[in-house]
């Protein structure tokens, strides 16, 4: 049985978050970690974003593809998506965002050889390559590694809804001592398993391992459209469920910084 199926079918049986939790590791806890890779690029304008999508969507995704390099996630940001978020930083407008994952250090590091060694890569991305050092497609770029959690190892594709969107969240803790027991409180304390149950669609769960604001851990939901976001949230949090496991004392001080987006993917994305 696939994850997804599983981890739908356990919740519809109405378990409890410890049974929930239980079964979700006893069938994912196996499965091998994957190297989780966030980046963002950075764009001068509206109109250059829009190339780089397109030049993701056409020349990346097949690219890393055919280096068994799988789903490829392509997403941009707005501030209608983000209406109301005052910690939204404008910037963000411009910016394209590239989810991947690696079977092993040696896959991740060996990806951009194989990118300059690719020539219908190199022709696909001419936009890329072609432009002048003084006027750039995009102006900077930075990347994110993570670990999938245990018992969530590797990314998940939600439904493929044309009005999907993506939420990521980013927990940043004061210390590596909270900053694990933040996982712990996903990974085995039961958060997961009430996200499943409110019906919020996990696509991953990292530990950063090199990036910023560390340590921290970040992970990304997806739902059918923004009425489905508000809902399934307002179901989280007024749920006692979700008060009595973050009122768990052991959990108490884990995010001192929580950083917020709301993304839609590219045309061309497979997340």
Same mark, same amino acid.
Request: aromatic share 10%.
């Given at each position: 049985?696939?994850?997804?199926?599983?981890?739908?079918?356990?919740?519809?049986?109405?378990?409890?978050?410890?049974?929930?939790?239980?079964?979700?590791?006893?069938?994912?806890?196996?499965?091998?970690?994957?190297?989780?890779?966030?980046?963002?690029?950075?764009?001068?304008?509206?109109?250059?974003?829009?190339?780089?999508?397109?030049?993701?969507?056409?020349?990346?995704?097949?690219?890393?593809?055919?280096?068994?390099?799988?789903?490829?996630?392509?997403?941009?940001?707005?501030?209608?998506?983000?209406?109301?978020?005052?910690?939204?930083?404008?910037?963000?407008?411009?910016?394209?965002?590239?989810?991947?994952?690696?079977?092993?250090?040696?896959?991740?590091?060996?990806?951009?050889?194989?990118?300059?060694?690719?020539?219908?890569?190199?022709?696909?991305?001419?936009?890329?390559?072609?432009?002048?050092?003084?006027?750039?497609?995009?102006?900077?770029?930075?990347?994110?590694?993570?670990?999938?959690?245990?018992?969530?190892?590797?990314?998940?594709?939600?439904? #493929?809804?044309?009005?999907?969107?993506?939420?990521?969240?980013?927990?940043?803790?004061? #210390?590596?001592e909270r900053n694990a027991k933040?996982?712990?409180?996903?990974?085995?304390?039961?958060?997961?398993?009430?996200?499943?149950?409110?019906?919020?669609?996990?696509?991953?769960?990292?530990?950063?391992?090199?990036?910023?604001?560390?340590?921290?851990?970040?992970?990304?939901?997806?739902?059918?459209?923004?009425?489905?976001?508000?809902?399934?949230? *307002? *179901?989280?949090?007024?749920?006692?469920?979700?008060?009595?496991?973050?009122?768990?004392?052991?959990?108490?001080?884990?995010?001192?910084?929580?950083?917020?987006?709301?993304?839609?993917?590219?045309?061309?994305?497979?997340?």
């Amino acid at each position: 049985m696939k994850r997804r199926d599983f981890l739908a079918t356990t919740c519809a049986t109405g378990m409890t978050l410890a049974t929930m939790t239980s079964e979700i590791s006893a069938a994912e806890g196996s499965e091998k970690q994957k190297l989780l890779r966030w980046q963002i690029y950075s764009c001068g304008t509206q109109e250059k974003k829009e190339k780089l999508l397109t030049v993701f969507d056409t020349a990346l995704i097949p690219a890393l593809n055919r280096q068994g390099i799988s789903p490829v996630g392509i997403f941009e940001s707005n501030a209608r998506l983000n209406d109301g978020d005052k910690s939204y930083d404008a910037k963000n407008d411009l910016n394209v965002f590239v989810l991947t994952q690696f079977d092993s250090a040696d896959q991740l590091t060996q990806s951009v050889p194989k990118l300059l060694a690719d020539q219908q890569y190199l022709k696909d991305a001419a936009a890329i390559f072609e432009a002048p050092m003084n006027d750039p497609l995009y102006d900077t770029s930075e990347s994110r590694l993570m670990l999938g959690f245990k018992h969530f190892p590797a990314i998940e594709k939600p439904v #493929h809804s044309a009005e999907r969107i993506f939420q990521v969240r980013l927990y940043n803790s004061y #210390h590596i001592e909270r900053n694990a027991k933040k996982i712990d409180m996903f990974d085995i304390g039961g958060e997961i398993a009430l996200f499943l149950k409110c019906e919020m669609t996990p696509v991953f769960y990292g530990e950063t391992l090199a990036g910023p604001m560390m340590p921290n851990l970040t992970y990304m939901l997806g739902f059918e459209n923004m009425e489905a976001k508000i809902e399934n949230w *307002k *179901k989280f949090v007024t749920g006692d469920e979700w008060k009595n496991l973050s009122g768990d004392p052991q959990y108490k001080n884990t995010a001192n910084k929580i950083i917020n987006l709301i993304l839609k993917p590219s045309p061309g994305s497979q997340i």
